[in-house]
């Protein structure tokens, strides 16, 4: 009977360390099976990066972070218009997304990625 107890409590420790650390843990677009995290992956993390953290392209051109940094967009509404209507080197979305994937958009990049609610 101890046995089982030991056990019992090993696990819960591991359950409860597990929780603990996820918490703090940055949202992973590699491994999210979300739509959104889908569209990321086929259309912005060829000039962003595979996890928004910005990159430099072949050309030089300095991409900036979606996460943090001078040019994260402050507001949901300056992140649709941006997505909308790049500008800045970023080409615009409008007529390639629908307008119910923009604002998935705009709610992936403001929340997931930065971390808001």
């Given at each position: 009977?101890?046995?089982?107890?030991?056990?019992?409590?090993?696990?819960?420790?591991?359950?409860?360390?597990?929780?603990?650390?996820?918490?703090?843990?940055?949202?992973?677009?590699?491994?999210?099976?979300?739509?959104?995290?889908?569209?990321?992956?086929?259309?912005?993390?060829?000039?962003?990066?595979?996890?928004?953290?910005?990159?430099m392209l072949y050309n030089g051109?300095?991409?900036?972070?979606?996460?943090?940094?001078?040019?994260?967009?402050?507001?949901?509404?300056?992140?649709?218009?941006?997505?909308?209507?790049?500008?800045?080197?970023?080409?615009?979305?409008r007529k390639t997304l629908t307008d119910r994937e923009i604002k998935?958009?705009?709610?992936?990049?403001?929340?997931?990625?930065?971390?808001?609610?």
């Amino acid at each position: 009977m101890r046995l089982k107890e030991f056990l019992v409590f090993v696990f819960a420790v591991f359950g409860v360390a597990a929780c603990y650390t996820s918490q703090n843990r940055p949202f992973v677009i590699a491994e999210s099976k979300s739509y959104e995290a889908s569209l990321f992956r086929q259309h912005c993390s060829i000039c962003h990066g595979p996890e928004g953290n910005g990159r430099m392209l072949y050309n030089g051109t300095n991409v900036p972070s979606l996460r943090q940094g001078q040019f994260k967009a402050p507001t949901r509404a300056a992140i649709q218009a941006q997505i909308e209507n790049g500008g800045n080197g970023m080409l615009p979305f409008r007529k390639t997304l629908t307008d119910r994937e923009i604002k998935m958009m705009t709610e992936f990049v403001y929340c997931d990625l930065r971390g808001n609610k």
